[in-house]
């Protein structure tokens, strides 16, 4: 590729970004700007229903259950092994916490995942 083509670093990032902001449905019509995590259990089952939601969903509940692992890693020199999780565990780990918990929310749902995952030490 030539250097008038190349993509520059931060045009790369500019375009990304504009990917993932228009690849996934508006979820401010309930008023949730707090991420996907704040979406209600009763809305989770529409929101997944479609590919974008449900990828949307499954990016947050990851990341959140990752950031989590940073922080005790920090703290207690520990984790919760995520190994093993895959779409269909954890979207299907969510709809039953909501079935049982329809007045939750999904980060609750994600929560009660990650705390049946086992905790491993963390080796330097």
Known sequence: MSNRTA???KLYLLACSVAVLTAVPA???SGNVG???W???TEFDAF???PQGRTAILGWAMGFMSGVNVVTTARDRSFRDLSGLNADLVIGSIRAFCDAHPDASVVSAVEA?????????FIQ
Not at 113 to 121: A, D, G, M, N, S
Request: proline share 12%; with cysteine; hydrophobic share 30%.
């Open 39 to 41: 979406t209600k259990c």
């Open 113 to 121: 995942l990650q705390i049946t995952r086992p905790v491993r030490p």
């Open 27 to 29: 979820h401010g019509q």
């Open 7 to 9: 993509m520059t670093p």
């Open 35 to 37: 991420g996907f995590g």
């Open 48 to 50: 997944v229903g479609v």
